[in-house]
């Protein structure tokens, strides 16, 4: 099984459990992981001409504390730049209220496909400060594709791009496990004795 997210209580997992990095895996006292993967065709080609009109985007569920959209906000204006957040309603009731007034904040909803990526291709950057230890993150790479720099708090699994983060690399190492597996091998030798992970508090920020 793969696991994702960070457990917010102790518990035991399977020995043959998968983590999405090693960062994320060293956290639930575990050792085996494989990157998430994209797979190029469904992004198409970047675009690398510089747009006087370029906004900062947020992705991710905006409606989540960890993801920290009300910091990223805070840069975005204090750099005097427009932001897109593409995963989020400018009044949010779900996780506690939020109403987002800014006119200079564009609300997209959850949005995905070629609507994503449109706005992606156009995009300054990400703004990615997370309160968080981000297990895998998606929107990093993503973002990494399109040739975007990425602006983000050193928790987690953030690290520099490197080849290792298609689809075939993530298949071809989910296969060298499964070998394993079938060969009789328990990817850990022992059931993983995880700690709490996520906690309750939210890690520093200071915009």
Avoid at 43 to 68: C, M, Q, T
Avoid at 109 to 118: D, I, Q
């Amino acid at each position: 099984m793969t696991r994702h997210g960070n457990t917010n209580r102790a518990r035991t997992f399977h020995p043959n459990t998968i983590f999405v990095s090693r960062k994320h895996a060293n956290n639930h006292g575990a050792e085996a992981f494989v990157h998430l993967g994209l797979d190029p065709r469904e992004y198409g080609e970047p675009d690398f001409e510089v747009h006087a009109d370029a906004r900062w985007i947020f992705l991710g569920k905006a409606a989540w504390s960890v993801k920290n959209i009300r910091g990223t906000i805070a840069v975005a204006r204090g750099a005097g730049h427009e932001l897109d957040v593409l995963g989020g309603t400018r009044l949010n009731f779900k996780m506690g209220f939020r109403f987002t007034p800014d006119r200079h904040v564009h609300f997209h909803g959850m949005v995905g496909g070629e609507e994503k990526h449109r706005l992606m291709r156009r995009a300054r950057g990400l703004l990615f400060p997370v309160l968080w230890d981000e297990p895998g993150a998606t929107a990093v790479v993503e973002s990494l594709y399109f040739g975007l720099p990425v602006l983000g708090t050193p928790y987690g699994c953030l690290e520099h791009w490197r080849n290792g983060f298609t689809y075939t690399d993530m298949a071809g190492k989910y296969a060298g496990y499964y070998e394993r597996i079938l060969d009789g091998e328990d990817l850990h030798p022992a059931p993983i004795q995880s700690p709490v992970v996520r906690q309750k508090k939210l890690f520093d920020w200071r915009p």
